[in-house]
């Protein structure tokens, strides 16, 4: 999903099914110069609404250790710490981690 405003792009996301019930959220992006205008909340729910649509019944996203403004942003959407794991491009000896982030989506308010 990408959002536009006046031929530029604002914001994207992007996610799968990726088993029974559970869906994943792989990618949002929004412009840092358009924080707080709700371009990441109307791509998050755009997918959320996708996954919902094709039986997911959670979603997940793994968020960087220590990202200040991926964690609260996905807290305040319902979003739980879960887990945490080597990033997937490093080796746990490069001490790189990411917060596995896990919210119901049957909720209707998501």
Request: net charge negative; aromatic share 8%; charged share 25%.
């Amino acid at each position: 999903m990408v959002a536009e405003e006046a031929g530029s792009v604002v914001g994207a996301a992007g996610g799968a099914v990726t088993g029974e019930g559970v869906g994943e959220l792989y990618v949002l992006y929004l412009d840092p110069d358009r924080r707080g205008e709700g371009i990441g909340t109307r791509p998050l729910d755009h997918v959320t609404g996708q996954l919902r649509g094709h039986g997911a019944t959670e979603m997940w996203v793994s968020v960087a250790e220590g990202n200040d403004l991926g964690i609260p942003f996905y807290r305040a959407r319902g979003f739980v710490e879960h887990d945490r794991v080597p990033m997937h491009t490093s080796d746990v000896a490069d001490g790189l981690w990411s917060l596995r982030m896990r919210r119901d989506i049957t909720r209707p308010d998501y």
